[in-house]
């Protein structure tokens, strides 16, 4: 009989497990290694509950402004651009007068349609729609003027129709309507890139806060990790139970985003969709996306498991037994 | 199993730790190393289970050059060697079980299977009363006994041993080194530091002998 069977039969030589086995053990092993780090950041509540709410704090607040840009987003669409020179007449134009100038005005080749605004409806109308009801009242006399509103035949001529109207001396002030909505469009779009920005770095900061909790975890099981490494265990049995740390970090910040997100909406919601109704648009009650809380918990699980494997990759290997 | 090649290893600071040590360990052998205290006795285990790299020389284990064994490689190494450290190396948060039960777990084998080989590791050592015990709550002695038991359970092909019966006193020392001649009789390579003169020669086995990091005998018993 070979020497190596003798041996086998002994029982000298069989420290490696089977395959199967092994995959059994990975998996406890990972179960262990979740209970565990859960069981260590429960273990110091408030320290654990301190660093989700800072990762929280950080996650909500990209997260409430891209939800309040992409509201004010849909409620400045809801307004129509309409191509129209509003044509403010100078005081000194009567409502006859005003009105004679439009039959001219549509009578034009470049002009589709004109209405008229005297001064007494614009009152009313602004009353209505500006909520100023109380300053206007205090006012002793309609502060308004006549208003010409011009629809140009063909919208690209409409630049060029207003200065022709600008020229005229009747006319106090003459505004193209779609100019300060394609402004607000380009705000809107500045916004959106901030949003972008801002919550880029702000997940940056996410995984560095992690990543910083996670060094002084690691820092604190030095001994262990160096007997662990002693004994055989490989990077990746070392590594995982630091990288549950910070996938329990990362979903507890989430949660705390995810409350904070609803938090905000119900404190200032009431007050944006009276002002949305103000102005005209939708009256649905403003809110935060229905999915927020699990997309947050999602986002932080994936950035905390990111902080972790940024501390753990830079630090474990620091620690070698010697 | 064991061989060294002119093996020289000096730290960073201070002189060799060891010079041109050469020698070999045949696989079912138990071997002594003794020498006086800084003679390089832990620095060649060290370097046996890649916790040093030599700074001249070859050190082979079980046919492989240990200079071929990358970073990656060390964990798979070690798993082969089981080690009695003279500091223990125990985890102190962990109790007597899961710190013997360690070498298994990353091996892993199952729940059942390490529930069973832990305690008749822990049978060997005495220390089956003291399983749920923490480390701390131990003597020196027992916490040395924990770490032998760990070096045995995961039935290693070579087992190192540095000073593992320092902390015991004369009975428990021979009992001790009956367990470690047991597992050279089945094809365990065995090497033992040791400066007990008195016990090791009592047993016959080859000595090797250091002194100031030279190998000065490699005599038989
Ligand atoms: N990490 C280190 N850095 C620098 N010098 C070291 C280091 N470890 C050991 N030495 C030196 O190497 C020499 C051999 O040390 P080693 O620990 O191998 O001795 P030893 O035979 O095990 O002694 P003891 O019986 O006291 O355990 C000593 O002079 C020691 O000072
Ligand atoms: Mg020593």
């Known amino acids: 009989m070979s020497r190596e069977r003798v041996l086998r039969r002994d029982g000298a030589i069989s420290s490696r497990a089977g395959l199967l086995d092994r995959g059994r053990a990975w998996l406890s092993h990972h179960r262990d290694s979740a209970a565990d780090s859960l069981g260590r950041l429960l273990a110091r509540p408030l320290g654990s509950l301190l660093t989700c709410l800072a990762i929280g704090i950080v996650l909500?607040?990209?997260?409430?402004?891209?939800?309040?840009?992409?509201?004010?987003?849909?409620?400045?669409?809801?307004?129509?651009?309409?191509?129209?020179?509003?044509?403010?007449?100078?005081?000194?134009?009567?409502?006859?007068?005003?009105?004679?100038?439009?039959?001219?005005?549509?009578?034009?080749?470049?002009?589709?349609?004109?209405?008229?605004?005297?001064?007494?409806?614009?009152?009313?109308e602004f009353r209505e729609l500006s909520g100023f009801a109380d300053v206007l009242d205090g006012l002793e006399q309609n502060p308004l003027p006549h208003l010409l509103l011009v629809a140009p035949a063909a919208s690209e001529q409409a630049a060029q129709l207003r200065a022709r109207l600008l020229r005229d001396e009747r006319v106090a002030e003459a505004v193209l309507d779609s100019a300060w909505l394609a402004r607000l469009q380009q705000l809107t779009d500045l916004g959106r890139r901030v949003v972008w920005v801002l919550g880029g770095l702000l997940l940056l900061g996410v995984v560095l806060i992690l990543g910083n909790t996670l060094r002084l975890a690691i820092e604190?099981?030095?001994?262990?990790?160096?007997?662990?490494?002693?004994?055989?265990?490989?990077?990746?049995?070392?590594?995982?139970?630091?990288?549950?740390?910070?996938?329990?970090?990362?979903?507890?910040?989430?949660?705390?985003?995810?409350?904070?997100?609803?938090?905000?909406?119900?404190?200032?919601?009431?007050?944006?969709?009276?002002?949305?109704?103000?102005?005209?648009?939708r009256s649905s009650p403003l809110g935060p996306e229905p999915m927020a809380i699990?997309?947050?918990?999602?986002?932080?699980?994936?950035?905390?498991?990111?902080?972790?494997?940024?501390?753990?990759?830079?630090?474990?290997?620091?620690?070698?037994?010697? | 199993m064991i061989t060294f090649e002119r093996v020289s290893k000096r730290y960073a600071e201070g002189r060799d730790a060891l010079s041109e040590v050469s020698?070999?360990?045949?696989?079912?052998?138990?071997?002594?190393?003794?020498?006086?205290?800084?003679?390089?006795?832990?620095?060649?285990?060290?370097?046996?289970?890649?916790?040093?790299?030599?700074?001249?020389?070859?050190?082979?284990?079980?046919?492989?050059d240990l200079a071929r064994v990358g970073r990656r490689?060390?964990?798979?190494?070690?798993?082969?060697?089981?080690?009695?450290?003279?500091?223990?190396?125990?985890?102190?948060?962990?109790?007597?079980?899961?710190?013997?039960?360690l070498p298994l777990v990353i091996?892993?084998?199952?729940?059942?299977?390490?529930?069973?080989?832990?305690?008749?590791?822990?049978?060997?050592?005495?220390?089956?009363?003291?399983?749920?015990?923490?480390?701390?709550?131990?003597?020196?002695g027992e916490q040395q006994r924990v770490g032998i038991a760990r070096a045995v359970v995961g039935r290693p092909r070579i087992l190192l041993a540095d000073e593992p019966t320092g902390n015991l006193d004369p009975a428990l020392s021979a009992e001790i080194m009956q367990l470690f001649e047991a597992f050279s009789r089945v094809g365990v390579t065995v090497l033992i530091a040791s400066h007990d003169l008195t016990l090791i020669s009592r047993l016959h086995h080859r000595i090797l002998t250091l002194r100031e990091g030279r190998l000065v005998g490699s005599g038989g018993p």
């Not at chain 1, 009567?94 to 470049?110: D, G, V, Y």
């Open chain 2, 107 to 140: 091996a892993g084998h199952d729940h059942r299977e390490i529930g069973r080989r832990v305690r008749a590791a822990l049978d060997k050592v005495g220390l089956l009363p003291r399983e749920r015990a923490l480390p701390v709550s131990l003597s020196s």
């Open chain 2, 73 to 101: 490689g060390i964990p798979r190494h070690r798993r082969d060697i089981g080690v009695v450290f003279q500091n223990h190396q125990l985890l102190m948060d962990r109790n007597v079980f899961h710190n013997v039960a």
């Open chain 1, 60 to 124: 909500a607040l990209p997260a409430v402004l891209a939800q309040a840009l992409e509201e004010f987003r849909q409620l400045s669409g809801d307004w129509q651009a309409p191509d129209r020179i509003s044509l403010f007449l100078r005081e000194s134009v009567s409502e006859e007068a005003a009105l004679a100038w439009r039959e001219e005005l549509e009578a034009l080749p470049a002009v589709a349609r004109v209405d008229f605004l005297s001064r007494d409806d614009a009152l009313v």
């Open chain 1, 294 to 322: 699990p997309y947050l918990v999602l986002l932080g699980a994936l950035l905390g498991l990111a902080g972790a494997w940024l501390a753990v990759s830079r630090h474990l290997g620091e620690i070698e037994p010697s």
């Open chain 2, 23 to 64: 020698f070999e360990i045949r696989p079912d052998e138990l071997v002594f190393l003794t020498g006086h205290s800084g003679a390089g006795k832990s620095t060649l285990l060290r370097l046996i289970m890649l916790m040093e790299r030599p700074t001249r020389g070859r050190v082979t284990v079980d046919g492989r």
């Open chain 1, 220 to 281: 604190s099981r030095r001994e262990e990790i160096l007997v662990v490494k002693l004994v055989g265990g490989s990077d990746a049995f070392v590594r995982r139970p630091f990288l549950y740390t910070g996938l329990w970090y990362g979903v507890g910040g989430g949660l705390c985003a995810g409350l904070l997100v609803v938090a905000v909406f119900a404190l200032v919601g009431p007050a944006a969709t009276e002002l949305a109704a103000l102005y005209g648009a």
